[in-house]
């Protein structure tokens, strides 16, 4: 257990605030069953890709499916929102919040419905 609930402290001590209690108990759960990756792991995947600042975290599930959808701020300070699959710690999606900076890619096809 405290392998499992360290990552979550750690995310919650370095971005206060940007996850909320349901999703942390819900996280939390899903990790125990095996379903998803610690949050340590995800936030690990989304900085070597974008670097910056997560200025908000909500975990979603669709049809079984778990997605860790993320606000940030790039390092280069461009604003995205980014899905990530929980299960696998692949990106899916990542749109930039300006057009100026569009940025958007798809990893997998079978995701084009996460808007």
Same mark, same amino acid.
């Given at each position: +257990?405290?392998?499992?609930?360290?990552? $979550?402290?750690? &995310? +919650? &001590?370095?971005?206060?605030?940007?996850?909320?209690?349901?999703?942390?108990?819900?996280?939390?759960?899903? *990790? %125990? %069953?095996?379903?998803?990756?610690? $949050?340590?792991?995800?936030?690990?995947?989304?900085?070597?890709?974008?670097?910056?600042?997560?200025?908000?975290?909500?975990?979603?599930?669709?049809?079984? *499916?778990?997605?860790?959808? +993320?606000?940030?701020?790039? &390092?280069?300070?461009?604003?995205?929102?980014?899905? *990530?699959?929980?299960?696998?710690? %692949?990106?899916?999606?990542?749109?930039?919040?300006?057009?100026?900076?569009?940025?958007?890619?798809?990893?997998?096809?079978?995701?084009?419905?996460?808007?």
């Amino acid at each position: +257990m405290r392998k499992i609930f360290l990552p $979550l402290l750690a &995310a +919650m &001590a370095v971005f206060p605030g940007t996850v909320g209690a349901d999703d942390q108990d819900r996280a939390l759960e899903a *990790v %125990r %069953r095996g379903e998803i990756l610690p $949050l340590a792991d995800i936030l690990a995947v989304v900085d070597a890709r974008f670097g910056g600042r997560v200025i908000e975290i909500e975990l979603d599930a669709d049809d079984g *499916v778990y997605v860790y959808e +993320m606000e940030l701020v790039s &390092a280069q300070g461009r604003l995205y929102e980014v899905y *990530v699959d929980a299960k696998s710690g %692949r990106i899916i999606e990542a749109e930039a919040e300006y057009e100026s900076y569009d940025d958007d890619y798809d990893d997998y096809d079978n995701y084009d419905d996460w808007d």
